[in-house]
């Protein structure tokens, strides 16, 4: 796939090159400018950058997004940082894994329409369309890895203003590793049960004051513990190269490539009686076919950031980003739908996608600190310009008999199971993943779709004096797609935020605060807009808010962060359905909310006492789901369990020997808005122990889920519930140069 220059939607470098050519020509302006500005009465307020020890753990940091104009304490809203140390010291190598620390997050299941990724729900809403990279947009649907990211930062509650288009729920920031000014080797290697082994390296070599470049890298062979014949294989590399490490302006270009070949496991059946998962069956089986299954992804990313600092108050940046991202799979559907669970069977239905992103983003940011008529103000404005083009297929699998007779669809019933239906049907308790399969598949046409985006954003933290704090965002975005298909869909959307913070002391903030997004038609679907219908390309965006009171505290002479919120997050003209049947008109008037309250503790409790934690309770309901679906008023929303929390705490008990364990737990979630599907509450369990050997070397022993509780973790809104991986022992030796 090209990108061209010829069609109107083909105009991305042209406006991206000048987007870049303005944001550069802006720097001797703006300094020219900043000459006759009169000095702050106080120094800056430093945003946008972490410093982080090696030697030292430590569960709190600062966003590094330049779109935070405050330091969380002082920030109106609800954000987690998970540092890399949490990431470390859990052993999370996946976004899934890292996002378990965050309560009030769940991950969803993707079928048909909406490609299986790394999906996320915050606050009861899904916020695919809010995940950013160096906080810029990452359009693809992926699953990804962590072993480039310095930090992970979430933030809760439509934010629109952040992420742009979508983000009902909140967004993610994901943060990635750049050239330090110091030389140092690093690394890790594991081994576990179920055939684990990982390595990592980071390599950082300062070559001159001025320049330095880093690289890391990744390679993982692994089974999951628990689930029969799944495996999940994985490597990447990622050089970047900084110059001007000391100097006002600096330079930054970063490649990366990541790959992973496995089986995607789309768990058990759902009884079609109760609506969850089929009990009496070993929680190990699956249903799926080595001989037919794969789950094949390849992210190839470059990044450019031109930054120049002016002066002590002025700092503008300007970020290109291209990606491409390919997203191929067939999976085993473990459908239920034709009542073939009764009968002991399991038809083998097949979900497939054959995506490739391409897209290319470019971001010009300018922060100043500055004193007005007495007060003191950190903005943040910027101009993001995007486009994003993706070539989406599925598969033809062939459904035939040994004799050549075609199946039923559903219908394994009629035929039974094993060499008798070609393995298209097997036994519910005792499945077979080696079955000699030997069927057909095919490609089908594919469909493509084109996005751009434009948007211009503004944030100003105005502080009037120690107690009184004004933290305002706003943004306009104009968007449009279109698809092979015939559809369009073209909207300029606004959101806002707005908070006043009142610290009755210098470490306590007591604020309130209001945040909005908009989610055009088809949005949240990932890999483009594959999921705008003639249904719904000509509706207008759903509309959300974010309503929060909070306080924030961090004990003085403790690095240690306390905050408490209670929120409402709504949507209003929601997509809902005004006629019965698939693919039947709809129109924007649903409504949808979530009132809650989440409370956290991340840091340092004692020197030798770390603590992240955090829990979230959702009190959610369904207000207005149209005129066909009046029964489902006053159910809950799809992945928004009631409790959720998270506990991981680690404690020194000797100068070399650190322990360490955590909890998970999450009560009952529904697949659907008519909660007829669900699956139940759990907790599981987790336990570290880390031992210094000595200067440069440490060993690590996790064992995740202790107990090895077996429970569902995603559940579908028809077929299916997806079984957590039982009992993982990871051992590994860290070194440090």
């Not at 080797?185 to 001159?208: F, P, Q, W």
């Not at 083009?389 to 459904?399: F, G, I, K, Q």
């Not at 956290?600 to 309770?617: C, P």
Request: glycine share 10%; aromatic share 8%.
């Amino acid at each position: 796939m090209e990108f061209s220059s010829s069609e109107p939607h083909g105009r991305p470098f042209s406006l991206l090159l000048t987007g870049t050519a303005l944001g550069l020509a802006m720097l001797p302006l703006t300094a020219h400018a900043q000459t006759d500005t009169p000095a702050k009465d106080s120094d800056p307020v430093e945003v946008g950058t972490v410093a982080i020890d090696a030697d030292a753990p430590d569960y709190t940091a600062e966003p590094n997004s330049p779109k935070y104009t405050a330091p969380l304490i002082d920030t109106p809203r609800s954000v987690t940082v998970v540092t890399q140390e949490v990431l470390e010291d859990t052993a999370a190598t996946s976004l899934v894994d890292a996002l378990r620390t965050v309560p009030g997050i769940t991950m969803a299941m993707g079928e048909g329409g909406q490609p299986f990724a790394d999906r996320p729900f915050i606050r009861g809403y899904e916020s695919t369309s809010g995940i950013m990279v160096d906080g810029v947009r990452d359009a693809s649907s992926q699953s990804r890895d962590t072993f480039n990211l310095e930090q992970i930062e979430v933030s809760r509650g439509a934010n629109g203003t952040m992420a742009g288009r979508g983000a009902p729920g909140g967004s993610l920031n994901l943060v990635t590793k750049t050239a330090k000014a110091d030389d140092f080797v690093a690394g890790s290697a594991a081994i576990g049960n179920a055939d684990y082994k990982r390595a990592t390296v980071d390599v950082n070599e300062a070559v001159s004051e001025q320049v330095a470049f880093r690289v890391n890298a990744m390679w993982q062979d692994a089974e999951v513990p628990g689930r029969d014949a799944v495996y999940d294989n994985r490597w990447g590399i990622a050089p970047t190269i900084t110059f001007g490490l000391n100097a006002p302006t600096q330079v930054t270009a970063s490649l990366s490539h990541y790959e992973s070949d496995g089986l995607m496991d789309y768990g058990h059946p759902l009884d079609t009686v109760t609506g969850e998962p089929v009990t009496g069956i070993d929680p190990d089986n699956f249903y799926g076919l080595v001989n037919r299954d794969f789950h094949d992804t390849e992210v190839d990313s470059g990044q450019l950031e031109f930054r120049n600092n002016l002066n002590d108050y002025v700092t503008i940046r300007n970020l290109t980003r291209l990606s491409r991202s390919k997203n191929d799979y067939i999976a085993t559907n473990p459908d239920d739908s034709q009542g073939n669970v009764a009968n002991g069977l399991v038809y083998r239905n097949t979900k497939s996608s054959n995506s490739v992103t391409d897209s290319i983003v470019n971001q010009t940011d300018i922060q100043a600190f500055f004193t007005s008529g007495g007060i003191q103000h950190s903005l943040s404005t910027g101009l993001e310009l995007g486009h994003e083009e993706t070539e989406r297929a599925t598969y033809s699998v062939s459904l035939l008999t040994p004799e050549g007779e075609s199946i039923p669809r559903g219908g394994c019933d009629l035929v039974g199971a094993g060499a008798i239906s070609g393995y298209n049907c097997v036994d519910l308790y005792n499945p077979n993943p080696n079955d000699p399969w030997t069927g057909d598949i095919s490609l089908n046409d594919p469909t493509e779709t084109q996005v751009d985006t434009a948007g211009l954003y503004l944030f100003d933290t105005l502080t009037f004096n120690d107690q009184w704090i004004l933290n305002l965002g706003v943004r306009a975005d104009d968007f449009s797609t279109k698809t092979s298909t015939g559809l369009s869909n073209h909207d300029t959307i606004f959101s806002y935020q707005a908070g006043l913070v009142y610290k009755p002391v210098s470490n306590t903030s007591i604020y309130a605060s209001i945040g909005t997004s908009a989610s055009p038609s088809g949005v949240t679907a990932g890999d483009g807009n594959d999921n705008l219908s003639t249904t719904e390309e000509d509706l207008k965006p759903e509309k959300n808010a974010n309503y929060e009171l909070g306080v924030k505290w961090e004990p003085a002479g403790r690095n240690l962060a306390l905050t408490a919120a209670i929120f409402r997050n709504e949507i209003t003209d929601g997509h809902v359905a005004v006629e019965a049947g698939r693919g039947a008109a709809q129109q924007a008037i649903g409504e949808q909310r979530v009132d809650g309250i989440e409370l956290s503790a991340t840091g340092n409790i004692t020197e030798a006492w770390s603590i992240f934690a955090g829990y979230s309770y959702m009190d959610s309901e369904i207000v207005d789901a149209g005129p066909v679906n009046t029964d489902q008023v006053g159910n809950q929303l799809p992945n928004t369990p009631e409790h959720s929390a998270s506990l991981w705490t680690t404690y020194d008990v000797m100068p070399k020997l650190t322990i360490g364990g955590g909890a998970t737990c999450m009560s009952e979630r529904y697949g659907n808005t008519a909660n007829s599907k669900s699956v139940e509450g759990y907790c599981k369990y987790d336990a570290m122990a880390s031992y210094v050997i000595n200067d440069n070397i440490d060993a690590q022993l996790n064992i995740n889920n202790l107990s090895d509780e077996r429970y569902y973790e995603r559940v579908y809104t028809t077929h299916m519930a997806t079984i957590a991986t039982g009992r993982a022992i990871i051992g590994s030796l860290k070194f440090k140069y």
